[in-house]
């Protein structure tokens, strides 16, 4: 039996964007809350987004309405939080391969909450002069939203420890329990103890729960990346594919054989697929990608120098200024689900024990989802809140 002191309201497992969002509003409610971070430099989702902010993209009257709350917020947030999240509004160009018809294309866009506008060849080329006329048979045009993700991320840090709350750099390595009760966690060195516990390990959740034999729909792909240094070139708008494979992948994940390689790249097509990207950040550095690839294993051998190789080839295909330009390839687990928006609430029969992570558009929820959940745990009546819990109910294995 463990001899409980309780010392926290609330912990929060991991400071990326889902942790430290969710940190700060829970301080923000006056709850006293310790967030506990493994890497003090980090290296997760949120440290190599592309930092889009596509609200337009709601196909039902939940994620239409989360998409204005979240834009409206993010228009807002660099002065609530004293920090400057680098929030601004650009052109989202989705590119249509020259194989595809764009008006079927088009079509595919009908069901979101704005509808984008089709570019011909040369529009598209007007628009973004960086774009390859013969590797595109034409192009949407959607506004999008844009921070630097992890900038962001820090200014929440920052916010929620003039809150008074306590940041540690420590790996959680175990939930602690007593009986259905979730009361603490352990690290390496210590144990730390709340009356509630809420996981928001990113790609590393569903391991965690895991070790406490608990079976979440939660699962995580490898995204890797390539991140540039400012270079001279000018990109002015968010290019990504029209079609993009990830939500494919995503959708059948549970299809897929758990028996997979170590190498991703030696696998067939149906485990790991290339969405060919780019978008820069205002100092002038660049991020191509992206490639998504699942495995059971969250740290398997990745080759970074083949993964690089297939970014390039195939961002320079639509881009190609940017196919030399010097840059680093990187690896990180991204978390998603394919029950609904984020798995969200509390953990079914595990008192205390809540998650917060799956989100299939992270920064455009997590943020306005962080804020509801503060107001729901403190009592107040919230029927989004109550949705996610019943998706989160339904998740469970």
């Excluded at 001899?3 to 409610?29: C, F, K, P, R």
């Excluded at 921070?147 to 200014?155: L, N």
């Excluded at 970014?311 to 881009?319: A, F, H, K, P």
């Excluded at 690896?331 to 917060?356: D, H």
Aim: charged share 15%.
């Amino acid at each position: 039996m463990i001899n409980v002191v309780v010392t926290y309201d609330w912990i929060v497992i991991g400071a990326g964007m889902t942790g430290a969002s969710l940190a700060y509003e829970l301080s923000q409610q006056n709850f006293k809350v310790l967030l506990l971070e493994k890497d003090s430099q980090p290296n997760n989702a949120t440290v190599y987004s592309y930092g889009g902010l596509a609200y337009w993209s709601g196909t039902d009257d939940l994620t239409h309405a989360l998409g204005q709350e979240s834009i409206e917020l993010h228009r807002h947030l660099t002065e609530e939080l004293a920090g400057d999240t680098e929030f601004r509004e650009l052109d989202l160009v989705l590119t249509i391969d020259r194989q595809e018809d764009p008006e079927t294309v088009a079509q595919q866009y009908d069901c979101f909450a704005v509808t984008p506008e089709l570019l011909s060849v040369q529009d598209a080329c007007v628009l973004e002069p960086l774009l390859n006329p013969n590797a595109i048979s034409g192009a949407l045009k959607l506004p999008q939203g844009h921070i630097h993700a992890q900038k962001t991320t820090e200014a929440y840090i920052q916010a929620f420890k003039r809150n008074g709350g306590e940041l540690i750099y420590e790996q959680v390595n175990t939930l602690l329990h007593q009986g259905e009760n979730a009361v603490g966690v352990a690290t390496q060195s210590n144990s730390y103890y709340a009356e509630n516990i809420v996981v928001c390990a990113g790609g590393l959740s569903q391991e965690l729960l895991q070790q406490s034999n608990i079976e979440i729909k939660n699962y995580f792909t490898h995204a890797q990346l390539i991140i540039t240094p400012p270079v001279d070139l000018e990109l002015g708008t968010l290019v990504m594919p029209a079609v993009q494979q990830r939500f494919s992948l995503e959708a059948g994940v549970t299809e897929i054989n758990a028996a997979t390689s170590e190498n991703f790249l030696e696998e067939t097509p149906s485990k790991f697929i290339l969405d060919p990207g780019a978008v820069q950040f205002l100092d002038g550095s660049l991020c191509l990608g992206q490639i998504s690839a699942f495995s059971t294993n969250s740290k398997p051998d990745v080759d970074l120098a083949a993964a690089e190789a297939l970014i390039r080839e195939q961002v320079g295909n639509v881009l190609p200024l940017l196919e030399d330009i010097p840059g680093k390839c990187h690896s990180c687990l991204v978390a998603f689900n394919n029950q609904g928006i984020a798995l969200v609430g509390n953990v079914p029969e595990r008192t205390g024990l809540y998650l917060f992570s799956g989100f299939t558009s992270t920064l455009v929820f997590a943020p306005v989802l962080a804020r509801r959940f503060a107001h729901w745990i403190t009592g107040r009546e919230d029927q989004v809140m109550e949705q996610l819990q019943s998706i989160l109910n339904k998740s469970t294995k």
